[in-house]
């Protein structure tokens, strides 16, 4: 019995002792929540951005990246943004792509500056395993994961609407677009044709200003003092528009032939102020960023992503910008302090 | 392995059930104290952090207050500066017309001494990004002398330009919103506005602005850590964002917060949980701005710790189990033992070993059962004892009841014949058969001894055929041959007498031409075979198996049976008589017995008087009737009759019935 009660006692004590080592495991700690921390970041995913440009302007590719930032930060992604000047440097933004392509990313995102040119980077991408998201522009290539953007042939369609709105009977039109090539330029155009259908003779032209805003300005005086009965002027996108608005600061119509125009800068803005500008469709360059950065982050959690997610667009004029919804899109929240 | 089956299935043994219920009263109790445990560490770091979020909405609140207090007191720097109510005056006074040369002249003097005073209080502080006067009749003048006046921001439909024209006394906050006043700027910023009176009439003269950058809230705001996931956000009172970390993905639509009504401010810690978001939002409110701060706690946070709290317990409760499994088998086997002891000590009293005695350890249940098995183990071995030598007792009794019988039909019979002879005056034969009579009967009646020699029987199996011979005449004959070595061998006395009687009467008495009687006697190892044959009509098979019936009626079969039961008795059940069927006419007996060597005496013997009348029925039934055709001649005394209790007289022995 005693020899018992001594094994028993025994027992107990190295049960404390257990008991006692146990909570200063470090594994088990519960006062210890660091290790997830490293975790977490053990995780962080690697993605590749390329877009069609990163100069100023646009301003649009600026907010692009806006969006990329609050989704890299919000869902730790390391990223990296690559674009050339301009929007019609295909040649550079394909060299960048392969630069990319380089970087063994996990997923790629690209802003395809052509619709064609861009297919076999896209296709070297995908065989290097890359999983790979279009965002704004599309690039004619069936093996991306997802498309972030605008419906641009929608786009493209209230833009004429706009114009029907605007116009007087028997005026006019021109249209600036950007690249000719590209898909949003080829599917605002199409919208735009629709939209206007049976009045092929009015369009006095269609330039492309391949986003210069200074070429757009030239093609714009052109187009005027070729066809003076013009009463409206069209640009596909941001650029486009502020050259339109240029030309006719320089020729002095401004107010005379009204203006139909694509997304938003500051100075777009003013002219959308000053009435030059009639009416803007805009896009929501900053939801593009964010949400093709968290279909990325999606894709590599194995989640479902939607294969086209149309981030919108809305016609604004100058009696609804002051709209507190409009105002937001407006005046895309840029952080002076980058 | 099946064996291992067998025995995993078979929970009945005290020790499996103990430990089975041992572990699932442990499990259940470590279950309950853990989840309760756990309950409490959650609630308590729940608890926790909602109090310091509290804390910290209420140091948010507390900074944004001093900040816009700050401010306040800078504006009415501004508004009562007395350059500034002049230039409103005047202003007003010229309802927007152009003034005279000499007039613009003087008003150009005070809107460039405003705007100074304006500039300075401007410069002191980064986060003002504009300060602005505005008359009644829509005069600006900008702090930045170099920045021009929109001309279609449209200030005069804006609420940071219309709410002082009717608060008067007290600052307008604004929300965030873009402030279009500047030409080319677009800033996001917070409008703080309040009406300029006239120091004299307290009318409303004009409005003064000041702009702050929206980063000045963001800095106070954006350092505030809730945990890793938590964060902060700022509404006014009309669920406008004012800051939000994420405020371009609330302006892009692409989240949404909880409209704040759903929690309520509560200095107490009062907030919402949601739960499909793994949310607690906690609010509190601002009187000065009449904005809410917001906090929000990411649930999943407490979570990482929790998975940490449950591997903890998890592991601690593993761990208890291990031991509370060998501490129940430790105790079990404590307890059973004693009992299994006890068990093997009890089948061995099942199975006959009553030598046993139990060790007793303690005085527990176990050590007094132990005790009291001792005792009755002790009391049983006593009565077993007693049972023994009162078996033993009543043996010898019925042995001395048996072997006193001697045919009492005989007994008539010999007389009978000596009164015949005596009668017809044959003296000689008469003395010989009174002889062989008186010798039969000493040895039947000699000192009680049980056991005699081969020697002493033969003898008085001659007597007794000697008086036989003596009736039957020539009828009969008989031969005996014992080797001399068998001589000394012992035997019960008076085992011959009864088998030769047998053959006598059913073997030579009913053949006509008479018979022979043959008695030889050999040794087989440890064996003494007595033959008894003879050639008479010998017997059918049911008459042979009858012998050893007891209770037959018909024959004189009694004597025959009381032999084998007494050899039986005395040396055990292997020996006997055996009838054996002779090839020949006649029957053959064969006894069995034990070569004993004679060693004089037999202590059994004594008290061939005393012993109790026999009640063993071992020889029940008809005693006597031997032959009753033949001993017809004496069943004309009628003192005995077959189915009546006979005292044969040599010994007070009383066959029953």
């Known amino acids: 019995m005693n020899n018992f009660i001594t094994r028993y006692v025994g027992l107990m004590l190295l049960f404390a002792i257990v008991a006692a080592v146990i909570t200063y495991i470090p594994w088990l700690d519960p006062s210890k929540p660091e290790m997830m921390e490293k975790e977490t970041q053990e995780k962080q995913y690697r993605v590749q951005v390329v877009l069609k440009a990163r100069a100023n302007p646009p301003d649009f590719w600026r907010i692009v990246e806006q969006g990329l930032k ?7 992604v390391n990223y990296t943004v690559r674009g050339p000047r301009t929007e019609n440097d295909i040649d550079t933004q394909i060299a960048m792509v392969r630069a990319a392509i380089k970087e063994k990313p996990d997923v790629l995102i690209l802003a395809a500056g052509d619709f064609e040119r861009l297919v076999p980077v896209c296709e070297e991408a995908v065989g290097a395993g890359i999983r790979l998201i279009i965002l704004d522009s599309d690039v004619n290539y069936d093996k991306k994961l997802c498309f972030v953007g605008t419906d641009n042939y929608e786009l493209g369609r209230k833009l004429g609407g706009l114009v029907e709105d605007i116009m007087e009977p028997g005026g006019l039109f021109g249209v600036i677009g950007h690249v000719e090539s590209s898909f949003t330029a080829m599917e605002r155009k199409r919208g735009l044709m629709d939209a206007l259908d049976g009045t092929e003779g009015r369009m006095a032209g269609l330039r492309f200003c391949g986003g210069s805003v200074d070429r757009s300005r030239r093609q714009t005086i052109e187009m005027i003092k070729e066809n003076p009965g013009i009463t409206c002027m069209v640009g596909l996108n941001e650029s486009s528009a502020l050259g339109i608005c240029f030309a006719l600061d320089e020729l002095g119509l401004a107010g005379d032939i009204r203006v139909v125009a694509c997304d938003s800068s500051e100075t777009q803005i003013q002219y959308i102020e000053s009435g030059i500008i009639q009416s803007a469709v805009i896009q929501n360059p900053f939801n ?6 968290k279909a990325a982050v999606q894709i590599m959690n194995g989640e479902k992503v939607e294969p086209y997610i149309n981030t919108g667009s809305v016609v604004i004029s100058r009696d609804t910008m002051r709209r507190p919804e409009n105002q937001k899109l407006l005046f895309p929240f840029i952080d002076e302090n980058q | 392995m099946f064996h291992k089956i067998r025995r995993a299935v078979r929970m009945n043994s005290i020790k499996a059930s103990m430990l089975l219920y041992f572990m699932g009263l442990i499990l259940i109790t470590v279950l309950v104290m853990t989840a309760s445990g756990y309950r409490y560490t959650v609630q308590d770091a729940e608890a926790l952090t909602r109090n310091y979020t509290m804390r910290l909405l209420k140091d948010i609140n507390g900074n944004i207050d001093s900040y816009i207090l700050n401010i306040k007191s800078m504006s009415s720097v501004v508004v009562e500066d007395g350059d500034i109510c002049a230039l409103m005056t005047e202003f007003n006074r010229l309802k927007g017309e152009t003034p005279s040369t000499a ?15 304006m500039s300075t209080l401007a410069k002191t502080r980064s986060d003002i990004t504009n300060i602005a006067v505005i008359s009644k009749y829509g005069d600006v003048v900008l ?15 804006m609420d940071w330009y219309l709410k002082p024209m009717s608060y008067k006394n007290d600052i307008v906050v604004s929300p965030s919103h873009v402030q279009r006043l500047v030409k080319g700027e ?21 409005v003064m602005l000041i702009d702050l950058n929206y980063r000045s809230i963001e800095d106070i705001c954006e350092n505030v850590q809730i945990g890793r996931n938590g964060y902060i956000y700022l509404v006014d009172a009309k669920e406008n964002f004012i800051y939000h970390p994420q405020l371009p993905l609330i302006f892009s639509g692409v989240k949404h917060e909880m409209p704040k009504n759903v929690f309520e401010a509560s200095s107490q810690g009062g907030y919402a949980r949601m739960y499909p978001e793994n949310k607690i939002y906690l609010r509190d409110d601002s009187e000065i701005t009449g904005w809410s701060a917001v906090g929000v706690i990411n649930t999943k946070e407490l979570v990482v710790n929790r998975e940490r709290v449950i591997r903890y317990y998890m592991v601690l409760i593993a761990v208890m189990l291990v031991f509370s499994a060998l501490a129940a088998v430790m105790i079990s086997t404590n307890i059973t033992k004693p009992i299994k002891r006890l068990e093997a000590t009890m089948r061995r009293v099942e199975q006959g070993d009553l030598g046993v005695c139990a060790e007793i350890e303690s005085d527990s249940e176990i ?21 023994v030598s009162e078996e033993e007792e009543k043996r010898i009794s019925e042995i001395k009841a048996l072997q006193a019988q001697i045919n009492p039909h005989f007994l008539y019979n010999t007389l009978e014949t000596i009164i015949w002879m005596s009668a017809s005056g044959k003296n000689d034969e008469v003395v010989r058969v ?3 009579l008186a010798m039969l009967f000493r040895t039947s009646i000699s000192m009680g001894e049980s056991l005699v020699t081969l020697d002493v029987e033969v003898e008085n199996i001659k007597s007794y055929l000697t008086i036989q011979k003596m009736r039957y005449k020539d009828k009969l004959d008989y031969n005996i041959h014992i080797p001399m070595a068998l001589r000394r061998l012992m035997l019960p006395k008076l085992i011959l007498q009864p088998i030769v009687e047998n053959s006598i009467y059913h073997g030579i008495k009913p053949r006509d031409e008479g018979g022979c009687i043959a008695i030889c006697a050999r040794r087989e190892g440890g064996l003494l075979i007595i033959t008894v044959q003879d050639n008479g009509v010998g017997m059918t098979p049911e008459q042979a198996a009858n012998l050893f019936l007891p209770k037959q009626c018909d024959s004189g079969g009694i004597g025959f049976l009381n032999v084998h039961n007494r050899i039986k008795l005395i040396f055990g059940e292997e020996y006997g008589l055996r009838y054996v069927e002779s090839k020949e006419a006649g029957s053959q007996v064969d006894i069995y017995l034990p070569a004993v060597e004679g060693t004089n005496g037999n202590g059994n013997g004594n008290g061939a008087n005393g012993a109790p009348n026999g009640t063993n029925g071992a020889h029940g039934g008809t005693n006597g009737i031997s032959g009753g055709a033949n001993g017809a001649a004496a069943g004309a005394k009628g003192a005995y009759n077959g189915a009546n209790g006979i005292s044969d007289g040599t010994n007070g022995k009383g066959g029953r019935r």
């Open chain 1, 288 to 293: 593009m960023g964010y949400l093709s950065m």
């Open chain 2, 143 to 157: 702090s930045d002398g170099s920045k021009t006046l929109n001309a279609y921001s449209d200030y005069n439909l």
């Open chain 1, 70 to 76: 609050m989704g890299g930060d919000e869902f730790n």
């Open chain 2, 434 to 436: 009174a002889s062989a």
């Open chain 2, 186 to 206: 677009y800033k996001w910023v917070i409008s703080v506005s309040k009406a300029i009176l006239d120091p004299i009439t307290g009318d409303v003269i004009g």
């Open chain 2, 103 to 117: 007039g613009q002249a003087a008003l150009q003097a005070l809107i460039s001494r405003a705007a100074l005073h």
């Open chain 2, 367 to 387: 050590g007094r059962m132990g005790g009291a098995f001792n005792a009755m183990i002790t009391q049983v071995r006593g009565l077993m004892e007693r049972m």
